[in-house]
């Protein structure tokens, strides 16, 4: 196997990332729409206006909002009315996420297919727990792994090495990243948030989906966005990048008073919306 590349200094390479050359319109939107709402005279329909200005990225947030994620019970026509019945936040994210992932390579569709499964099923699991916050949580999961998809698209180098890991020495994802870069998609996934100013409500659950049991700003959102990415891997909807299943966290498990018997009704309520979301990966 080849030796990794010269990248063990994290603040150079913590610099290249945070240079997002690969990502240039996502930021531009995202800061719009972020600078327009901070004014109180700002209206949903000033903010809706100025997403609709992209019609391709309109079409596929209306997409997103009218798939199976939200199962509502009527049709979303609008941006300004996703962003009256979903809430700003949620559309914001529906913004970024599909932006961001329209970019992703070929090679990742699989990380795509996961993205939404993870989504979808933190969705349920809020919901299951009696959150009024479900929404929201489901952004979370959707973000969740978007470090990925800056490593991919910035070092490709390194993902290839990252990948060749994971095959030989059965890895998960995020350590086979931590051996060659000295770091992994989780925290990428952070710096990624801070340059983009998202709210520590979604930075959190991507900084430690996999250490949920540090999360103190939203832990029960990070604790679902965890338990959500292990359910939905091993049920096998989409690829995170390896084909290993970890264990769930005993700290996250109990946060969210979960019982063994509660996966039976939370997987039958997330299959069918599984099926139902399959042509979302035409996104990707």
């Known amino acids: 196997m080849a030796s990794p590349p010269d990248i063990q200094d994290r603040t150079r390479a913590k610099k290249e990332v945070r240079r997002i050359k690969n990502l240039p319109t996502v930021p531009g939107i995202v800061a719009k729409i972020s600078r327009i709402v901070e004014n109180p005279e700002t209206s949903v329909a000033d903010v809706g206006r ?36 979903l809430g ?73 090495l990252v990948r060749e890991k994971v095959a030989q020495d059965r890895l998960y994802f995020h350590e086979a990243e931590t051996q060659v870069l000295d770091f992994d998609h989780a925290e990428i996934g952070q710096w990624l948030a801070e340059h983009w100013n998202l709210p520590e409500s979604l930075s959190e659950p991507m900084r430690l989906h996999h250490r949920p049991e540090k999360a103190v700003v939203k832990p029960e959102w990070t604790a679902i966005v965890h338990l959500a990415d292990i359910i939905v891997r091993a049920i096998g909807f989409g690829n995170g990048g390896d084909l290993l299943v970890p264990e769930i966290s005993p700290a996250a498990w109990s946060l969210l008073g979960l019982k063994k018997t509660d996966f039976l009704p939370i997987l039958e ?10 042509d979302l990966t035409a996104l990707a």
């Not at 596929?60 to 996703?82: E, H, T």
């Not at 700003?88 to 913004?95: H, T, Y």
């Open 269 to 278: 309520n997330l299959e069918p919306k599984l099926a139902s979301l399959r």
């Open 88 to 160: 700003f936040e949620v559309v914001k994210g529906l913004v970024l996420t599909s932006s961001v992932f329209d970019m992703i390579q070929k090679s990742m569709a699989g990380l795509w297919e996961h993205s939404i499964g993870c989504a979808a099923a933190s969705g349920v699991i809020a919901t299951y727990l009696g959150r009024d916050d479900a929404e929201e949580v489901l952004v979370a999961g959707l973000l969740h792994d978007l470090g990925k998809v800056v490593l991919a698209l910035n070092l490709p180098a390194e993902m290839s």
């Open 50 to 85: 100025l997403i609709s200005q992209d019609q391709v990225l309109s079409a596929k947030v209306l997409r997103m909002a009218n798939s199976a994620f939200f199962g509502m019970s009527r049709k979303i026509s609008s941006i300004p009315q996703a962003l009256i019945i």
